[in-house]
């Protein structure tokens, strides 16, 4: 596997910066701020969409899968981005919204206007014959997952927003029309794809009510059918190269299927997003509350897919932060007195382990989630569904603020910080979306005397000169110490001790003395002393190496 070494930027490309003043992060934006990411080290840059879209979902309802849209850029503009892309060796990955298309879609429409071919192409289903919608299925954004198609008496399905319609898979004629998108950026030279909801692509050609007590996503995600079609799509496009890399968001997968999709001999995909330790902070299982996340879970549930996924040969995705996610600083972190640190701690625990690492823009810098004192601040679809659906269940408008203020996928959106001035240096115009905090966190400061972006740097090199980084195995270690979250990396006589402090106080444990002989690569501890009894305090992280191993 040639990508263990690598290390993947996730950039938005909405609020990273604006070149031309209208208030949206654009391509020539990002590619004015070419040389930022290079210093970076970072090897592959995967861009959220910048298709044509009407923008309800931020560019995940796609309304032409081939061209660039005009708030964004340009072809011209894309290609160019490209070429001084590889030129400073960072590789493009494009995200691939293949589970549906916008209704604004051609096919839709076309569907819309009586067309049967193009109608083959969603889900549409008569209503049950006593009037109810065609299952009890709820939308992942909230309310029903199922919309009235024009005024034929039939509905389409929706898994996400009522203007992004489910694909149905099992028509052929939708699995070409997929590998021939990805097939059309392969052109352009694209070898990286991120495929957006991927494991919610087989859903039965019968659908049918859940059950009562079951959740209606249990019906239709990981099913065997997804194995299938990700072999067929490898197969017919991505898979005819050696050098692509892909990787699939799996909502609610399970460790048995994430295997599947990534052992490298069922050839379907080179890594998989799993979100379950970043449930850890849902009361009962419920995003829409307000909780402290719970350490031990965190813990249990890195170490039991660190194992798994190392014992049965797959690959994951190491991340804490991405476009739908608060900023994890502000979830595991202690921002108000530990920031620097608890930035280091988070950063080494993934970058040290094993799969491959995702820098989610701003995340170099200790972004964190913006301060907003109104639901008016917001722009996100899902945050203001859940706003209207916390006051119809009961909650005060206070209460329902502060768990969106918790919750919102804005709190990762809001533009890059690239200085301290009224809108951080992302724009001249009005930004989409707010900063609040550029005075304490923004490239310029960061860059003159901070201590995260170096340090992330620091771990990039490090994934490329050992190997044992890179492609060592992963087992846990000292889970009977609270706080600590520590592993064990091994290839043949090369191993790696990785101790993290997660509290915001000081821990003592002790660690096998043979370890004393090793040598300290990373750790932000200043003094730090390498002996059996170790003290670590807060928020500090430490990785032991060393080359002298045996059986
Ligand atoms: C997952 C994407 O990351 C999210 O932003 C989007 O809303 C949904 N998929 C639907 O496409």
């Known amino acids: ?62 309304a032409d899968y081939r061209r660039i849209d005009p708030r964004f850029g340009t072809m011209a503009d894309f290609e160019e981005l490209v070429r001084k892309l590889r030129a400073a060796n960072i590789g493009v990955m494009l995200d691939m919204v293949l589970n549906h298309t916008s209704t604004a879609h051609p096919w839709f429409q076309r569907a819309l206007a009586g067309d049967k071919k193009y109608q083959a192409y969603y889900y549409l289903r008569d209503p049950k014959p006593n009037g109810d919608l065609p299952t009890n299925w709820e939308s992942k954004f909230g309310g029903v997952a199922w919309a009235p198609f024009g005024d034929t008496g039939k509905y389409y399905l929706h898994l996400y927003d009522k203007t992004q319609a489910d694909l149905d898979w099992h028509n052929p004629d939708v699995r070409r029309e997929a590998a021939d998108i990805v097939n059309f950026w392969r052109d352009k030279g694209v070898r990286g794809f991120r495929f ?26 990981d099913t065997p059918v997804v194995h299938q079609y990700i072999k067929e799509l490898a197969a017919a496009s991505f898979g005819q190269e050696d050098d692509s890399i892909t990787v699939g968001e799996m909502s609610s997968t399970s460790l048995p299927n994430a295997i599947g999709y990534t052992n490298p001999a069922n050839k379907e995909l080179s890594m998989v997003f799993q979100f379950h330790h970043l449930k850890t902070d849902y009361e009962d299982g419920n995003k829409w509350t307000r909780a402290r996340y719970d350490f031990d879970y965190l813990r ?74 109104s639901m008016q601040d917001y722009v996100d679809i899902e945050s203001h569904n859940a706003y209207a659906e916390l006051l119809a269940a009961g909650k005060t408008a206070d209460e329902a603020f502060a768990i969106v203020h918790a919750k919102s996928r804005d709190n990762s959106r809001t533009p890059m910080q690239w ?86 106080h000081e821990i003592k444990f002790t660690i096998p003395d043979d370890w004393c002989g090793g040598k300290v690569i990373i750790d932000n501890v200043p003094g730090f002393q390498l002996q059996p009894e170790i003290t670590l305090p807060a928020f500090s992280t430490v990785a032991i190496y060393r080359n002298d191993l045996n059986d």
Not at 309 to 327: T, V
Not at 439 to 463: A, C, P, S
């Open 1 to 62: 596997m040639d990508f263990a070494d690598k290390v993947i930027y996730q950039l938005y490309p909405k609020s990273f910066y604006d070149s031309n003043g209208d208030g949206i992060g654009d391509l020539r934006g990002i590619i004015a701020k070419l040389d930022y990411l290079q210093a970076l080290h970072i090897d592959m840059i995967w861009f959220n969409p910048f298709f044509v879209s009407p923008q309800n979902d931020n560019g995940y309802d796609i």
């Open 196 to 221: 957006d909801v991927l494991n919610v692509i087989g859903k039965d050609e019968q659908l049918v009510d859940a059950p009562a007590g079951v959740e209606s996503k249990t019906l239709y995600t």
């Open 300 to 373: 249990q549930l890195l170490h039991d897919w660190g194992e798994g996924i190392s014992a049965g040969d797959g690959w994951q995705a190491l991340f804490w932060n991405n476009h739908d996610q608060p900023r994890a600083l502000n979830r595991f972190g202690n921002i108000d007195h530990y920031r620097v640190r608890s930035a280091q701690v988070l950063a080494a625990s993934i970058h040290l382990s094993r799969g491959t690492p995702y820098i989610y823009m701003g995340e170099e810098i200790g972004m964190s989630d913006p301060d907003y004192t």
């Open 419 to 504: 200085d301290s001035s009224q809108n951080a240096g992302f724009t001249t115009g009005t930004p989409w979306l707010k900063p609040t905090n550029q005075d304490l966190v923004n490239v310029h400061d960061e860059l003159e005397h901070g201590r995260i972006f170096n340090f992330y740097q620091r771990l990039i090199t490090l994934r490329k000169r050992y190997a044992v980084i890179a492609r060592g195995d992963y087992r846990a270690f000292g889970t009977d110490v609270d706080w600590l979250y520590a592993y064990k990396r091994r290839l043949n006589q090369e191993g790696l001790l990785v101790l993290n402090n997660f509290a915001d």
